[in-house]
């Protein structure tokens, strides 16, 4: 290969691809051993104090007239406590309001960071945090399931349905792979591919513009179409990032409510 080849190899832009997330280490030293602190890790850490720090402030000195930041605080709580918690599991369901309340303002924080500039990646848009919140899930209906039934009830009330005993052998494997295996993959997957998604198509207009301008100037009114796209997406994707906080807690409130049910 010529010289000139290697200077036009180096200028040709690469595309955007899932390499780009994974992100190199932040830490100033140990740079090369460290891949466990990136830019993901310091995402994650800043949206639980965030939250902690938010929450205790709000709730320092409770007033009968509120401050905006009780007013939100206390907003947001009852919004989660009485249209996810109540509405879905009924007046059982305000015992677990607060984490619902935890759960739906930590993945909505966590993807608010994938339209934030010069920031513009979630942490759910990797599946290791989506598929954490879902263990977790998973792991306290089963839990709630087996302390309001009983361990072998709560198994039966989940795996047998009311039908004719000749149906079951085919009824049985279907519903232990709906309740307990499609339920947490669907949880995480869902919340995972919808933010990874989002910031690929953020990441294409927006490197999209900058690499054709750079090809050719006559592309500069391309270039700027594709931007103005990016922005445009990015109203749509802030809609997705509510959507997608909303409908995580929603799902899960309704597992929860399925556990405590007493009929099939």
Not at 38 to 64: C, D, E, M, S, Y
Not at 78 to 94: E, K, L, Q, S, T
Request: net charge neutral; glycine share 6%; aromatic share 16%.
């Amino acid at each position: 290969m010529t010289g000139q080849s290697i200077v036009l190899a180096a200028d040709v832009p690469f595309p955007p691809s899932v390499e780009d997330f994974y992100l190199p280490s932040i830490l100033p030293w140990g740079a090369h051993d460290n891949y466990w602190f990136t830019k993901i890790t310091l995402l994650v850490w800043l949206t639980v104090a965030i939250l902690i720090v938010f929450f205790l402030a709000a709730n320092r000195k409770p007033q009968l007239v509120p401050t905006k930041g009780q007013w939100l605080a206390e907003s947001i709580y009852g919004f989660v406590r009485n249209n996810v918690a109540v509405d879905m599991i009924g007046p059982a369901g305000i015992r677990f309001a607060p984490y619902l309340t935890t759960l739906f303002m930590f993945i909505l924080l966590n993807n608010f960071w994938g339209i934030v500039p010069f920031v513009q990646m979630s942490p759910n848009s990797h599946i290791a945090f989506p598929a954490v919140l879902a263990v977790i899930s998973y792991v306290m209906f089963i839990y709630v399931g087996i302390r309001h039934h009983g361990f072998f009830k709560y198994f039966k009330h989940a795996l047998v349905p009311p039908a004719p005993w000749f149906i079951l052998p085919l009824l049985v494997p279907i519903e232990l792979f709906s309740n307990f295996i499609v339920r947490p993959f669907s949880l995480a997957v869902r919340l995972f591919a919808n933010m990874f998604a989002g910031h690929m198509l953020l990441l294409v207009f927006t490197l999209g513009g900058f690499a054709m301008i750079s090809a050719n100037g006559w592309l500069a009114p391309v270039s700027v179409l594709s931007w103005a796209l990016t922005i445009a997406l990015t109203m749509l994707e802030f809609l997705v990032i509510c959507l997608q906080a909303y409908v995580f807690t929603v799902l899960t409130a309704s597992y929860v409510q399925g556990a405590l049910a007493d009929e099939h």
